[in-house]
Structures are given as structure tokens and as C-alpha cells.
């Protein structure tokens, strides 16, 4: 299993940036999708899931209205479209994929990306 993210870099305040997750050695369209961020200094937080039916759950309630999730499965993509960016959602953004066509809880997830980093400036 291969997680690869990109997408990541520096943007003002109030703008924009879509993350993607690239996914292989798996079959990407039978299982649940997540996005994971991690600021300095503090514990990683789930962000966002994606279910193999195209459901999606919210674990951070900071980024609701603001970040939404989606999927390619004919790309075996997933993609974490993050607007109106403020300075605290700078972070290193992870994909991680459970063994779990549904979205599990944040901690219930087996393997990892290596992380992009996101950095919003004030």
C-alpha cells in the first residue's frame, strides 16, 4: 500500500489550495479515504473521510464550510479541497486509508502518507 500526497505549499490568508492523495497497491475503490493534519507542537488531528459510497464525515468541526473531500476512484485519487485558509489550518496534511469501507474513528487507520506541508501566512 502506497499513499502519496502533493498539492501542498504557501498561500495568503484566505485562499485556496487542493491537496491530493494518490493512492496504489490496493483495491483504491473498496475503502475509506481520510485527510490528517499535524501543526508544530501539536497532536495530529483527523480532518476529513471519504467512504467508498462517497459519504463523508467531518472530524474536525473547524473546517466544516470551508473543506471539502472527494474521490476519483478511476484515478484512485482523493482529494482534500481546502478554501478560505486561515493561518491555523498551517499544518503537514497525511492520506491514510483503514482496512474499512466506512469511515472509522481517527485512530482506527492503517496506513500512512508521508505529508505535505501547508503553510497559510497571515
Partial sequence: VQLVESGGGLVQAGGSLRLSCAASG???D????GW?????GKERE???CIN???GTTYYADSVKGRFTISRDNAKNTAYL???SLKPEDTAVYYCAAPW???CPRPY???YWGQGTQVTVSS
Avoid: C, H, K, W
Fill in 100 to 102: 474499512d469501507r466506512s
Fill in 52 to 54: 467508498s459510497s462517497y
Fill in 30 to 33: 473498496d475503502y475509506a479515504i
Fill in 81 to 83: 479541497q481546502m478554501n
Fill in 108 to 110: 482506527e487507520y492503517d
Fill in 26 to 28: 490496493f483495491t483504491f
Fill in 46 to 48: 483527523g480532518v476529513l
Fill in 36 to 40: 490528517f493534519r499535524q501543526a508544530p
